[in-house]
């Protein structure tokens, strides 16, 4: 069983920032692709990031230019760096592994006009 646990939603500005973190329970980061979701109230998941096991990035069309997804494999972190950040932006943002075979607990964004 792994646990991951995401942390550094807030509430921010349009045009600001914020990095989310996603820490994992064990070393499992380059055994699978990781991603991040979010989910606005509403609305479906959607995936927003992806990292494969070789450290390629992967983004959603709404999102490219301004979020960049990273990890630190010796800290068994997954970072969502998010930069000029839009209302639309707002929602729960989740880290998985697999994907989808575990999840976080998700953190809030909140991003006010």
């Known amino acids: 069983q792994v646990q991951l646990v995401e942390s550094g939603g807030g509430l921010v500005q349009a045009g600001g920032s914020l990095r989310l973190s996603c820490a994992a329970s064990?070393?499992?980061?380059?055994?699978?692709?990781m991603g991040w979701y979010r989910q606005a109230p509403g609305k479906q998941r959607e995936l927003v990031a992806t990292?494969?096991?070789?450290?390629?990035?992967g983004y959603v069309d709404s999102v490219k230019g301004r979020f960049t997804i990273s990890r630190d494999n010796a800290e068994n972190t997954v970072y969502l760096q998010m930069n000029s950040l839009k209302p639309e932006d707002t929602a729960v943002y989740y880290c998985?592994?697999?994907?989808?075979?575990?999840w976080g607990q998700g953190t809030q964004v909140t991003v006010s006009s």
């Open positions: 998985t592994w697999g994907p989808g075979l575990y």
């Open positions: 064990k070393s499992i980061l380059t055994l699978s692709a």
């Open positions: 990292i494969t096991r070789s450290g390629s990035p």
